[in-house]
Protein backbone atom coordinates (compact mmCIF):
# COMPACT_ATOMS: atom_id res chain seq x y z
CA UNK A 1 0.00 0.00 0.00
CA UNK A 2 1.31 3.78 -1.03
CA UNK A 3 2.45 5.09 2.02
CA UNK A 4 2.48 9.09 0.64
CA UNK A 5 -1.29 10.96 0.68
CA UNK A 6 -2.39 13.61 -1.03
CA UNK A 7 -6.16 15.35 -0.20
CA UNK A 8 -7.42 13.86 -3.93
CA UNK A 9 -6.24 10.26 -3.11
CA UNK A 10 -8.01 10.86 0.16
CA UNK A 11 -11.38 11.64 -1.84
CA UNK A 12 -10.88 8.14 -3.99
CA UNK A 13 -10.51 6.27 -0.53
CA UNK A 14 -13.43 7.85 1.24
CA UNK A 15 -15.35 7.18 -1.87
CA UNK A 16 -14.55 3.52 -2.13
CA UNK A 17 -15.15 2.94 1.61
CA UNK A 18 -18.50 4.59 1.30
CA UNK A 19 -19.45 2.86 -1.59
CA UNK A 20 -18.26 -1.04 -0.33
CA UNK A 21 -20.23 0.27 3.13
CA UNK A 22 -23.41 0.53 0.94
CA UNK A 23 -22.82 -2.64 -0.60
CA UNK A 24 -21.88 -4.58 2.60
CA UNK A 25 -25.08 -3.39 4.27
CA UNK A 26 -27.26 -4.58 1.51
CA UNK A 27 -25.68 -7.85 1.06
CA UNK A 28 -26.40 -7.78 5.17
CA UNK A 29 -30.53 -6.80 4.33
CA UNK A 30 -30.53 -10.01 2.11
CA UNK A 31 -28.79 -12.48 4.62
CA UNK A 32 -31.14 -10.55 7.23
CA UNK A 33 -34.41 -11.44 5.20
CA UNK A 34 -33.31 -14.98 4.56
CA UNK A 35 -32.86 -15.64 8.62
CA UNK A 36 -29.11 -15.93 8.50
CA UNK A 37 -28.42 -13.91 11.20
CA UNK A 38 -24.89 -14.55 12.15
CA UNK A 39 -23.86 -13.61 8.83
CA UNK A 40 -26.23 -10.42 8.54
CA UNK A 41 -24.56 -9.19 12.10
CA UNK A 42 -21.23 -9.72 10.73
CA UNK A 43 -21.59 -8.28 7.18
CA UNK A 44 -23.25 -5.25 9.22
CA UNK A 45 -20.46 -4.84 11.72
CA UNK A 46 -18.19 -4.95 8.30
CA UNK A 47 -20.13 -2.25 6.56
CA UNK A 48 -19.76 0.33 10.02
CA UNK A 49 -16.07 -0.01 9.77
CA UNK A 50 -16.18 0.72 6.10
CA UNK A 51 -17.74 3.82 6.88
CA UNK A 52 -15.56 4.50 9.80
CA UNK A 53 -12.66 4.61 7.48
CA UNK A 54 -14.73 6.87 4.96
CA UNK A 55 -14.92 9.41 7.99
CA UNK A 56 -10.96 8.79 8.73
CA UNK A 57 -10.24 9.83 4.76
CA UNK A 58 -12.71 12.62 4.81
CA UNK A 59 -11.49 13.99 8.23
CA UNK A 60 -7.63 13.22 7.24
CA UNK A 61 -7.74 16.27 5.24
CA UNK A 62 -6.78 18.37 8.25
CA UNK A 63 -3.97 16.48 8.73
CA UNK A 64 -0.19 17.60 7.46
CA UNK A 65 0.33 14.96 4.94
CA UNK A 66 4.29 16.17 3.92
CA UNK A 67 4.55 14.97 8.24
CA UNK A 68 5.92 11.56 7.41
CA UNK A 69 4.25 11.55 11.63
CA UNK A 70 0.98 12.35 10.69
CA UNK A 71 1.15 10.25 7.50
CA UNK A 72 2.07 7.08 9.57
CA UNK A 73 -0.79 7.72 12.28
CA UNK A 74 -3.43 7.49 9.46
CA UNK A 75 -2.29 4.27 7.83
CA UNK A 76 -2.36 2.81 11.13
CA UNK A 77 -5.85 3.68 11.72
CA UNK A 78 -6.99 2.70 8.23
CA UNK A 79 -5.66 -0.45 8.96
CA UNK A 80 -7.42 -0.70 12.57
CA UNK A 81 -10.46 -2.21 12.94
CA UNK A 82 -10.55 -0.87 16.43
CA UNK A 83 -10.59 2.45 14.68
CA UNK A 84 -12.44 2.04 12.02
CA UNK A 85 -15.61 1.14 14.00
CA UNK A 86 -14.85 3.56 16.85
CA UNK A 87 -15.03 6.30 13.96
CA UNK A 88 -18.55 5.00 12.88
CA UNK A 89 -19.72 4.53 16.93
CA UNK A 90 -18.89 8.13 17.44
CA UNK A 91 -21.15 8.97 14.90
CA UNK A 92 -24.01 7.07 15.78
CA UNK A 93 -23.51 8.52 18.99
CA UNK A 94 -23.53 11.67 18.18
CA UNK A 95 -26.63 11.29 15.83
CA UNK A 96 -28.42 10.15 18.99
CA UNK A 97 -27.54 12.50 22.19
CA UNK A 98 -27.00 15.85 20.11
CA UNK A 99 -30.57 17.58 19.43
CA UNK A 100 -29.14 20.40 17.09
CA UNK A 101 -32.69 22.62 18.49
CA UNK A 102 -30.90 22.39 21.94
CA UNK A 103 -27.85 25.26 22.49
CA UNK A 104 -24.74 23.29 24.44
CA UNK A 105 -24.39 23.80 27.96
CA UNK A 106 -21.04 23.29 28.78
CA UNK A 107 -21.89 24.88 32.30
CA UNK A 108 -23.39 21.69 32.83
CA UNK A 109 -22.57 19.55 35.77
CA UNK A 110 -23.87 16.57 35.79
CA UNK A 111 -22.79 14.09 32.84
CA UNK A 112 -25.63 14.14 29.86
CA UNK A 113 -25.91 11.31 27.13
CA UNK A 114 -23.34 12.26 25.25
CA UNK A 115 -21.05 11.72 28.13
CA UNK A 116 -22.24 8.69 28.99
CA UNK A 117 -22.00 7.02 25.76
CA UNK A 118 -18.30 7.87 24.94
CA UNK A 119 -17.85 6.54 28.73
CA UNK A 120 -18.76 3.54 27.10
CA UNK A 121 -17.41 3.22 23.89
CA UNK A 122 -14.31 1.27 24.34
CA UNK A 123 -16.65 -1.22 25.88
CA UNK A 124 -18.72 -1.46 22.98
CA UNK A 125 -16.15 -1.69 20.79
CA UNK A 126 -14.82 -4.73 22.03
CA UNK A 127 -17.88 -6.26 22.33
CA UNK A 128 -18.66 -5.58 18.52
CA UNK A 129 -14.76 -6.84 17.37
CA UNK A 130 -15.96 -10.06 19.36
CA UNK A 131 -19.38 -10.39 18.64
CA UNK A 132 -17.92 -10.37 14.53
CA UNK A 133 -16.57 -13.44 15.23
CA UNK A 134 -18.26 -14.75 16.59
CA UNK A 135 -21.19 -14.03 13.96
CA UNK A 136 -18.43 -15.86 11.83
CA UNK A 137 -16.80 -18.93 13.72
CA UNK A 138 -17.34 -22.14 15.91
CA UNK A 139 -15.94 -21.43 19.43
CA UNK A 140 -15.51 -22.89 22.89
CA UNK A 141 -17.47 -22.07 26.23
CA UNK A 142 -17.46 -24.57 29.32
CA UNK A 143 -15.23 -26.91 27.03
CA UNK A 144 -18.29 -27.12 24.64
CA UNK A 145 -18.69 -25.87 21.29
CA UNK A 146 -20.46 -22.78 20.54
CA UNK A 147 -21.90 -21.96 16.97
CA UNK A 148 -22.51 -18.58 15.42
CA UNK A 149 -26.18 -19.37 15.59
CA UNK A 150 -26.20 -19.72 19.37
CA UNK A 151 -25.01 -16.12 20.07
CA UNK A 152 -26.40 -13.90 17.59
CA UNK A 153 -30.72 -13.39 18.34
CA UNK A 154 -32.49 -12.03 15.57
CA UNK A 155 -33.20 -8.78 16.98
CA UNK A 156 -29.54 -7.99 17.61
CA UNK A 157 -29.04 -8.52 13.96
CA UNK A 158 -31.78 -6.43 13.00
CA UNK A 159 -31.24 -3.14 15.21
CA UNK A 160 -27.73 -3.42 14.49
CA UNK A 161 -28.28 -3.13 10.65
CA UNK A 162 -31.08 -0.38 11.53
CA UNK A 163 -28.44 1.72 13.60
CA UNK A 164 -25.86 0.96 10.70
CA UNK A 165 -27.83 1.79 7.70
CA UNK A 166 -28.84 5.28 9.32
CA UNK A 167 -25.95 6.75 9.66
CA UNK A 168 -25.22 5.32 5.91
CA UNK A 169 -27.98 6.82 4.37
CA UNK A 170 -27.63 9.84 5.59
CA UNK A 171 -23.73 10.08 4.53
CA UNK A 172 -25.05 8.71 1.16
CA UNK A 173 -27.62 11.72 0.50
CA UNK A 174 -25.05 14.46 2.00
CA UNK A 175 -22.37 12.97 -0.73
CA UNK A 176 -24.70 11.67 -3.57
CA UNK A 177 -23.11 12.42 -6.55
CA UNK A 178 -20.17 14.11 -5.38
CA UNK A 179 -16.67 13.67 -6.83
CA UNK A 180 -14.94 13.32 -3.27
CA UNK A 181 -11.68 13.58 -4.99
CA UNK A 182 -11.90 16.78 -6.52
CA UNK A 183 -13.98 18.23 -3.08
CA UNK A 184 -11.24 17.72 -1.09
CA UNK A 185 -8.64 19.03 -3.21
CA UNK A 186 -10.39 21.87 -3.91
CA UNK A 187 -11.14 22.63 -0.08
CA UNK A 188 -6.91 21.53 0.72
CA UNK A 189 -5.93 25.44 1.19
CA UNK A 190 -9.15 25.72 3.47
CA UNK A 191 -7.93 22.88 5.52
CA UNK A 192 -4.28 23.94 5.68
CA UNK A 193 -5.78 27.32 6.92
CA UNK A 194 -8.00 25.41 9.56
CA UNK A 195 -5.13 23.00 10.71
CA UNK A 196 -2.82 26.32 11.56
CA UNK A 197 -4.93 27.96 12.77
CA UNK A 198 -6.01 25.25 15.24
CA UNK A 199 -2.09 24.32 16.05
CA UNK A 200 -2.21 28.35 17.03
CA UNK A 201 -5.76 28.19 19.00
CA UNK A 202 -4.17 25.17 21.49
CA UNK A 203 -1.03 26.72 21.59
CA UNK A 204 -2.76 30.13 22.81
CA UNK A 205 -5.57 28.24 24.21
CA UNK A 206 -7.79 30.71 22.42
CA UNK A 207 -10.57 28.90 20.02
CA UNK A 208 -12.25 31.29 19.19
CA UNK A 209 -10.17 32.51 15.94
CA UNK A 210 -11.47 29.51 14.55
CA UNK A 211 -15.23 30.44 14.43
CA UNK A 212 -14.58 32.75 11.11
CA UNK A 213 -13.30 29.63 9.72
CA UNK A 214 -15.36 27.01 10.56
CA UNK A 215 -18.25 29.51 9.56
CA UNK A 216 -16.74 29.86 5.95
CA UNK A 217 -16.30 26.26 5.71
CA UNK A 218 -19.68 24.74 7.06
CA UNK A 219 -21.48 27.79 5.63
CA UNK A 220 -22.78 28.52 8.48
CA UNK A 221 -25.69 31.65 9.20
CA UNK A 222 -24.46 34.68 11.28
CA UNK A 223 -26.66 33.68 14.42
CA UNK A 224 -25.17 30.66 14.69
CA UNK A 225 -21.88 31.61 14.24
CA UNK A 226 -22.50 34.17 16.91
CA UNK A 227 -24.26 31.24 19.25
CA UNK A 228 -20.61 29.10 18.53
CA UNK A 229 -18.47 32.40 19.49
CA UNK A 230 -20.43 32.59 23.02
CA UNK A 231 -20.28 28.98 23.40
CA UNK A 232 -16.24 28.78 23.17
CA UNK A 233 -15.85 32.00 25.39
CA UNK A 234 -18.04 30.55 27.90
CA UNK A 235 -15.97 27.10 27.72
CA UNK A 236 -12.88 29.34 28.26
CA UNK A 237 -13.72 30.95 30.78
CA UNK A 238 -15.10 27.88 32.62
CA UNK A 239 -11.45 26.41 32.06
CA UNK A 240 -9.83 29.56 33.77
CA UNK A 241 -11.96 29.58 36.79
Known amino acids: MAESLTPRLLGRFARAALDNASSLLADA ?3 LNQGRYPRALALTVLAAEEFGKHMMCMSAAVFDLNDPADVKKFWKRFRSHEAKYQ ?7 DYIAIDPATPFEPSKAEPDLWDEMWA ?3 RVVREAMTLKLRALYVDEQDGQPTRPDDLVDPELAANSWKSVSMILEDAERMWAGADLSDLLERGAPKMEGLRLAMLEAKEKGDPSPLVAIFGEILD ?8 LSDTWAEARSLEEE
Open 87 to 93: NWHGQLI
Open 220 to 227: LPEDELAR
Open 120 to 122: EMP
Open 29 to 31: EIL
